[in-house]
C-alpha cells in the first residue's frame, strides 16, 4: 500500500518570504501522480501543483514549485514571495496509474503568512 | 462555470439513524469520488464513482454505500451512524481518468 509523510505539522513564515513543505511517500508503482493540495478556512481543497512520476522535470505554477527527487520518494513544495492568501491547510497526494482514481493523503502541513 | 456543489452544507445526526450526502459535479465531469477527513484519519477515500458504476472502494464498512446517477450526480449514504462517523464529506469531480480532480465545499456531519 502507498503511504504519504508530511513530517510539519506546522509551520510559519514571514510575508513575502519563502517556505518549504516537505513531504515523503512509499510506493512500488513505476506510474505515479502527485499532488499538493490547499484546504484554506473554506474547507475546498484546492490543487494547487501536480507532477507525473514518468517527468523529469519539476512542475511550477506561478509562486509554486516542487522539488521532485524520485530515487529519494521525496516531493517537497516551495512557495515564493509568500502572501496572506496562502495560510492554510497544505496536503500532499498520491496517485497511481490515471491519477485521480484514488488519493491518498498526508496528514498535512498548517502553514501560517504572517503579516 | 459552476463549481462541485456539496448539500447540505452542515447535517446533524443522532446514532443509530442514517444520512444521505449528495454531490453535484461540475457540467460535463463523469467521474466522482468521495473521501471522508477527520482529525484523527485525517482524508480517506471513500469510492468513486464513473459513468454510474462505480470503479474504487476505499476500506469502509458496507454501511458506507453510494450511486450515481446518469448525469453524474451522486449521493453517498451511511447508515445506522455511529459518533466515529462525524467527519466533512468531501466529493471531487473530474472530466476524465487522468484528469485534475476539483473539490466541493464539503457537508459537514455530527452524529450526537
Known amino acids: 500500500a502507498q503511504t504519504v509523510t508530511q513530517s510539519q505539522p506546522e509551520m510559519s513564515v514571514q510575508e513575502a518570504e519563502t517556505v518549504t513543505l516537505s513531504c515523503t511517500y512509499d510506493?512500488?508503482?513505476?506510474?505515479?501522480?502527485l499532488f499538493w493540495y490547499k484546504q484554506p478556512p473554506s474547507r475546498q481543497m484546492i490543487l494547487v501543483i501536480r507532477?507525473?512520476?514518468?517527468?523529469?522535470q519539476n512542475a511550477t505554477e506561478n509562486r509554486f514549485s516542487v522539488n521532485f527527487q524520485k530515487a529519494a520518494k521525496s516531493f517537497s513544495l516551495k512557495i515564493s514571495d509568500s502572501q496572506l492568501g496562502d495560510t492554510a491547510m497544505y496536503f500532499c497526494?498520491?496517485?497511481?496509474?490515471?491519477?485521480?482514481?484514488?488519493?491518498?493523503f498526508g496528514t498535512g502541513t498548517r502553514l501560517t503568512i504572517i503579516p | 462555470k459552476a463549481g462541485v456543489t456539496q448539500t447540505p452544507r452542515y447535517l446533524i445526526k443522532t446514532r443509530g439513524q442514517q444520512v444521505t450526502l449528495s454531490c453535484s459535479p461540475i457540467?460535463?465531469?463523469?467521474?466522482v469520488s468521495w473521501y471522508q477527513q477527520t482529525p484523527g484519519q485525517g482524508l480517506q477515500f471513500l469510492f468513486e464513482?464513473?459513468?454510474?458504476?462505480?470503479?474504487n472502494k476505499g476500506n469502509f464498512p458496507g454501511r458506507f454505500s453510494g450511486r450515481q446517477f446518469s448525469n453524474s450526480r451522486s449521493e453517498m449514504n451511511v447508515s445506522t451512524l455511529e459518533l466515529g462517523d462525524s467527519a466533512l464529506y468531501l466529493c471531487?469531480?473530474?472530466?476524465?481518468?487522468?484528469?485534475?480532480?476539483?473539490f466541493g465545499s464539503g457537508t459537514q456531519l455530527s452524529v450526537l
Open positions: 471531487a469531480s473530474s472530466l476524465l481518468q487522468g484528469e485534475k480532480l476539483f
Open positions: 510506493t512500488s508503482e513505476n506510474n505515479y501522480y
Open positions: 507532477q507525473e512520476a514518468y517527468k523529469q
Open positions: 497526494a498520491y496517485a497511481g496509474n490515471f491519477g485521480n482514481e484514488k488519493l491518498t
Open positions: 457540467s460535463g465531469h463523469r467521474s
Open positions: 464513482y464513473f459513468s454510474e458504476t462505480q470503479r
